[in-house]
């Protein structure tokens, strides 16, 4: 699959098609992937697909404002569906290499089943439905299952659902959305004493550091209404109460538009279960409206048109 997409990404730049290429290229840190974006031919052997490429990145065409090939899995692919359908990036602008995803591996599981950090561990390799991890000299086994984040555990679209290329063969999807949503159904069973307790607690760790912002393809807006003075919708300074403001009005900002890629939790730097509100909120869509962000591309997006099925409790 990997040189695949060199051959692919390759002609795309050749032939004058795009201006860059947006894919995975080794990470600073191994066992990690980072963003490659890239209009040199000879950059692109530094291409890479494998169980580690976690990135979501569908929002640099935005950015580059130029016709990009772009690497997308299922997820992924959701997002810049929905970012065309809300006119963010052209479709014209964008050759869409797809791959199909089994789960990204997530390295902190790893890190807790063996007890070891990052730096400790030597190798990680695929071995059927198993990983195998040398860490100081001895090998411990993992399912993969077990390895990935949990969004992965619950995909029903493993295979992007839209792409010019597809790198490899398509996928069934096998969802365990027990599993996945897991956590979220443990805060939905708290009381809700307990759960604002739960989330203060999380809330106050925040640093507002706007990761989670700035990571996630639906958070498009020029101006974010945490820069809006008049009036001031959060303080600037971090408090409880106004990193949980800030979370809320994110929260419904971006409903009808996120594809549940986990972004935003991953890149928090306190480890917020930031994912657990969107997903609630990607399944409160889902129920009020039958819409999945992503999903059917010739949809209108779920906020900009009415449908007669729409409920209408609200209305006295």
């Not at 929260?251 to 986990?262: F, I, K, P, Q, Y």
Request: aromatic share 8%; proline share 4%; hydrophobic share 35%.
């Amino acid at each position: 699959m990997e040189n695949r997409l060199k051959e692919e990404a390759g002609k795309l730049l050749k032939e004058g098609k795009v201006d860059y290429i947006v894919g995975y290229g080794k990470g600073s840190v191994k066992f990690r992937t980072s963003p490659l974006i890239t209009n040199k031919e000879e950059e692109l052997e530094n291409l890479v697909i494998n169980p580690f490429i976690a990135n979501n990145l569908s929002r640099y065409p935005i950015e580059l404002k130029a016709r990009v090939g772009i690497v997308v899995k299922g997820c992924d692919s959701r997002s810049l569906i929905s970012l065309i359908q809300d006119k963010k990036v052209n479709r014209e602008d964008v050759v869409i290499l797809g791959v199909p995803c089994e789960g990204v591996v997530d390295i902190k599981k790893i890190e807790k089943h063996i007890g070891k950090d990052i730096d400790q561990i030597e190798e990680i390799k695929r071995e059927g439905e198993n990983l195998t991890i040398q860490a100081n000299g001895s090998n411990q086994t993992l399912s993969f299952k077990d390895a990935i984040f949990d969004k992965c555990l619950g995909c029903e679209y493993p295979t992007p659902l839209e792409y010019d290329v597809l790198l490899g063969t398509e996928i069934s999807p096998k969802p365990d959305m027990e599993k996945s949503l897991m956590r979220i159904k443990e805060l939905e069973n708290m009381d809700a004493t307990d759960r604002w307790s739960y989330w203060r607690e999380e809330f106050s760790k925040c640093i507002r550091c706007y990761g989670c912002k700035n990571v996630c393809p639906a958070c498009f807006c020029e101006r974010c209404f945490i820069d809006v003075n008049i009036p001031q919708w959060v303080n600037t300074y971090a408090t409880w109460q106004d990193n949980l403001v800030f979370q809320l009005i994110r929260t419904l900002h971006v409903a009808g538009r996120c594809s549940d890629c986990g972004e935003c939790e991953r890149a928090c730097p306190v480890g917020i279960p930031l994912r657990s509100l969107q997903r609630k909120m990607v399944e409160e869509v889902k129920d009020l409206f039958d819409y999945e962000a992503g999903v059917d591309k010739d949809a209108l997006p779920v906020f900009t048109h009415y449908e007669d099925t729409d409920p209408e409790e609200f209305i006295k």
